[in-house]
T-cell receptor, first 112, second 113 residues
Framework: DAGVTQSPTHLIKTRGQQVTLRCSPK?????VSWYQQALGQGPQFIFQ???????QRGNFPDRFSGHQFPNYSSELNVNALLLGDSALYLC???????????FGQGTRLTVV | AQKVTQAQTEISVVEKEDVTLDCVYE???????LFWYKQPPSGELVFLIR??????QNEISGRYSWNFQKSTSSFNFTITASQVVDSAVYFC??????????FGTGTSLTVIP
């Protein structure tokens, strides 16, 4: 049973560019959440998708957007990249409500 | 306001020692969930335990044990007879009404052989 898979694992982008990160949830899970983890910090909630709609959003600007597909996979898009967007981006899948969330290995984004 | 506080930033212990990681949370909800996750250097967050607000029974799983006390808003995690493989960053997390997770800042545990 494959867990949560994310791609790519590492990415280097230039300031001002746009990036798309991808996530496939654990089999049987229909809810996907995205988190940003800056170095030395805990993960911060970006948003959550369920039934192809954004259900919840954390305190992140509109430059951060997402999408969920009918197969429950998800994308995170970040526009106009800033140096401060450099972080580990984690995808988590779960069955709502409140079951344990399973996390992927993350995508390490570096903005230069 | 910080919802989850992990006051211990870094802990070092010698192998086979016991170690307790502290977690204090803040919420106004009567229904909530508490979690512990382990993050090894590879980056993936590994689920360890979930507790709901109505279940204060402590739990032991092998070398791991958890102490949930609503009276002090604490959910502490103890590793007995620590091993080098336990070295990682450990996160405590709180989930309220809609399953968004609030993570603490993590405790970096180093087990010295």
């Amino acid at each position: 049973d494959a867990g949560v898979t994310q791609s790519p694992t590492h990415l280097i982008k230039t300031r001002g560019q746009q990036v798309t990160l991808r996530c496939s949830p654990k089999s049987g899970h229909d809810t996907v959440s995205w988190y940003q983890q800056a170095l030395g910090q805990g993960p911060q909630f970006i948003f959550q998708y369920y039934e192809e709609e954004e259900r919840q959003r954390g305190n992140f600007p509109d430059r951060f957007s997402g999408h969920q597909f009918p197969n429950y996979s998800s994308e995170l898009n970040v526009n106009a990249l800033l140096l401060g967007d450099s972080a580990l981006y984690l995808c988590a899948s779960s069955l709502v409500p409140h079951t344990e969330a399973f996390f992927g290995q993350g995508t390490r984004l570096t903005v230069v | 306001a910080q919802k989850v506080t992990q006051a211990q930033t870094e802990i070092s212990v010698v192998e086979k020692e016991d170690v307790t990681l502290d977690c204090v949370y803040e919420t106004r909800d009567t229904t909530y969930y508490l979690f512990w996750y382990k993050q090894p250097p590879s980056g993936e967050l590994v689920f360890l335990i979930r507790r709901n607000s109505f279940d204060e029974q402590n739990e032991i799983s092998g070398r791991y044990s958890w102490n949930f006390q609503k009276s002090t808003s604490s959910f502490n995690f103890t590793i007995t007879a620590s091993q080098v493989v336990d070295s990682a960053v450990y996160f405590c997390a709180l989930s309220e009404a809609r399953s968004q997770f609030y993570f603490g800042t993590g405790t970096s545990l180093t087990v010295i052989p």
